[in-house]
């Protein structure tokens, strides 16, 4: 997520999705669907983005021709074999693009599209190389894996990515986080453990596409997301302060980033200055390259500028001409790994697993908002489940040749819109760069110095800080979700990045079920003109003597009924939902009360269930009840479950006033919904 790139683009982590643009053009139906009131699930193939018309996006989308001939065995039993695979292999050729976009995008790719991705490719290359190298050490590899996961996995979301714009390789947050789950493993099986990590990756994320879970990113509060990027951010620097200073000393790996920063302190005497002006120079530099793109934000020449590659070149060139006493990278056995066989075990399992789950979690939900960030900038559509299930494709091939964990990188896919991507044809020039650095160029880098490559990962953590969220919540006073923030930085600092996120994830998942399981209800009082509105929107509004009327604002499913009953008594009570149970009653005694249900659209058999609960206690307190505005699709639900009858089908009604004029036993207008011998209702 974190590099050489200094780009305002960072924001899309937090900010809010830009609404498209595109007109939506309409789906037909089958007519078997009307007439059964339902929707054949591969009709509507993955998300409403299939709705939308994608101009000159067509690639990205194709159309799919639904047939409505026997099916395949039918025709095959019947003698029309040649027929049956005919159509076989059209359906095959004509959904095939929609999963694999690559087949869709590379038959109509020009040379004037391929000028725009070589150049941004370039730039995108010169910038993943010293990061790999970099992220290799956050991770606790040796310095060439992190290139193995710039090579495969690159190549592989090129062919089932559909972001253009999004840059896929070794990220910074998912490298700290693997580094945590290998911290405990011996350094011979580290090689062997990352190799079970990345599978594990690949295996959450790929079900979880599967599944269609692609909306869990909506879980996770835009607050949580800071705090844990802040604090993954400190956690990084600490990581690296050591390196920068050029110190040598003994702190573990699974350390919180507190105590390590404290260890690095206490030892500060012991910096050599060789290596911290190595590093503080470098890390200078890159924050000048930094600071440079955000004054010229449209010269092309300052954006492409490869602040990191300068930087490692400089750097490596001084080191090696003076042959300075400081640490360096050293030599590298390069090479390609020999494709290997993830060796699954009991113990990496149970030990791994949970990271693996951390890691899928928080990396789609970063590539989740860089491939929103260009969709909308760029009008064309992505599928959060086609993302989903691309990058466990590309975690689950990338595991056999060395790679860890790779997700999409922010800053790096700023640079490569900023230099003119235009398709995935980029990952390809990236990886073919890559595949020349590990043949070839390797050997370059061996009096890297240590200090240097410090400073670019110390660089990447200082583009994730940013404060706007934090001044946001301060300004609305939502000191609830600062607090969240908060303790999820807090967490993060000093207990480890894993459980942070774990902690944070918890806690916004607890505020999601808190919201859902509280009905929305509201008391009505009578204006002077006759209608019914909530009383905390017009306080001249009147309660009726001895009349209850509550509104019930949303479906009622399993989740927010349970709490149906003791609501409606607190308000029978109290007169008020919100009033403290200590306090003194605020109506008298009802006798009779109505439920205004014109916005439950839906209820499940939980929800009937309890609502049938309520009315038979009212009803064993000679409290009468009514039910007004009832939608149609909701009164099947209700007759099946004996409440009609409970309540009497004249207690029906379509507007609050008729349904109090009978409570009251005045003459009835002829607005009341009425219950037929057939189960079906009408107006009397």
Request: with cysteine; proline share 5%; net charge negative.
């Amino acid at each position: 997520m974190a590099d050489d790139d200094s780009f305002d683009e960072r924001s899309a982590l937090l900010g809010p999705s830009a609404p498209s643009n595109s007109p939506p053009t309409a789906r037909r139906v089958p007519s078997s669907s009307l007439s059964t009131g339902r929707v054949n699930r591969e009709t509507s193939v993955d998300e409403s983005e299939d709705a939308v018309d994608l101009g000159n996006d067509e690639w990205l989308h194709p159309t799919f021709e639904a047939s409505t001939d026997l099916s395949f065995f039918q025709r095959v039993n019947e003698g029309r074999s040649h027929e049956a695979f005919a159509d076989l292999w059209h359906k095959i050729k004509s959904r095939s693009p929609y999963y694999v976009p690559i087949l869709n995008w590379l038959p109509k790719y020009t040379w004037a599209l391929l000028w725009s991705d070589l150049i941004a490719g370039i730039c995108v290359s010169l910038l993943i190389v010293p990061q790999a190298l970099s992220y290799a050490d956050l991770a606790n590899l040796p310095p060439t894996y992190g290139l193995y996961s710039a090579f495969v996995p690159v190549l592989l979301y090129a062919c089932l990515g559909t972001s253009r714009q999004m840059s896929v390789g070794p990220e910074a947050v998912v490298a700290i986080l693997t580094g945590s789950a290998l911290s405990a493993s011996e350094e011979s099986e580290r090689v062997a453990d990352v190799a079970v990590l990345t599978f594990l990756v690949g295996i959450c994320s790929f079900v979880l596409g599967l599944l269609r879970l692609g909306f869990i990113d909506s879980v996770l509060s835009r607050p949580l997301v800071e705090g844990f990027i802040l604090g993954s951010a400190t956690v990084i620097m600490a990581e690296q302060l050591h390196s920068l200073l050029g110190l040598h000393i003994d702190i573990e790996d699974s350390a919180p980033a507190v105590q390590k920063l404290i260890k690095v302190l206490g030892h500060i005497g012991e910096t050599k200055k060789e290596a911290a002006l190595f590093g503080f120079l470098s890390l200078a530099a890159l924050l000048c390259v930094r600071l440079l793109r955000k004054v010229f934000k449209h010269s092309m020449v300052i954006q492409r500028l490869p602040g990191t590659l300068i930087v490692v070149t400089v750097s490596t060139l001084i080191s090696w001409k003076l042959d300075a006493d400081l640490p360096i990278l050293g030599s590298v056995d390069a090479g390609f790994a020999a494709p290997d066989l993830p060796r699954v075990t009991a113990d990496r399992f149970n030990s791994l697993m949970p990271t693996a789950a951390v890691i899928a979690m928080v990396g789609f939900v970063e590539a989740t908002a860089i491939s929103r960030t260009y969709a909308n900038k760029y009008n064309y559509l992505v599928s959060a489940n086609r993302e989903l299930v691309a990058f466990g494709c590309v975690n689950l091939v990338a595991c056999f040749f060395g790679s860890f964990p790779v997700f999409a990188s922010l800053p790096r896919s700023a640079l490569n819109d900023t230099s003119g991507a235009k398709t995935p044809m980029v990952n390809v020039v990236v990886c073919l760069f890559v595949t020349l650095t590990i043949g070839v160029l390797m050997p370059l880098f061996r009096c890297l110095p240590r200090a240097t490559m410090g400073a670019i990962v110390m660089d990447a953590a200082i583009s994730l800080v940013h404060f706007d969220q934090a001044r946001f919540l301060f300004r609305m006073r939502s000191y609830k979700y600062a607090l969240l923030l908060l303790l999820t930085y807090v967490m993060t600092i000093t207990l480890g990045v894993d459980t942070g996120i774990i902690v944070g994830v918890s806690l916004s998942v607890l505020q999601v079920i808190s919201h859902t399981a509280l009905p929305r209800l509201s008391i009505l009082g009578r204006q002077k003109e006759g209608s019914y509105v909530p009383l905390a929107e017009d306080p001249s509004a009147v309660k009726v003597d001895g009349l209850l009327i509550v509104k019930i604002e949303q479906g009622l499913h399993f989740a927010n009924s349970g709490q149906l009953k003791d609501l409606l008594r607190r308000i029978e009570q109290l007169g008020d939902i919100h009033a403290h149970p200590s306090e003194e009653p605020m109506i008298p005694s009802i006798r009779s009360v109505i439920f205004d249900f014109k916005d439950v659209s839906q209820m499940d058999v939980c929800a009937v269930q309890i609502l049938t609960e309520i009315v038979s206690d009212y009803l064993a307190r000679d409290i009468r009840v009514c039910f007004v505005r009832l939608q149609a699709a909701l009164k099947p639900l209700l007759v099946l479950s004996g409440l009609v009858d409970l309540l009497r089908p004249d207690s029906l009604f379509n507007d609050i006033e008729s349904a109090k004029m009978f409570l009251e036993g005045q003459a009835l207008s002829v607005n009341r919904s009425t219950y037929q011998t057939d189960g079906s209702f009408s107006l009397a």
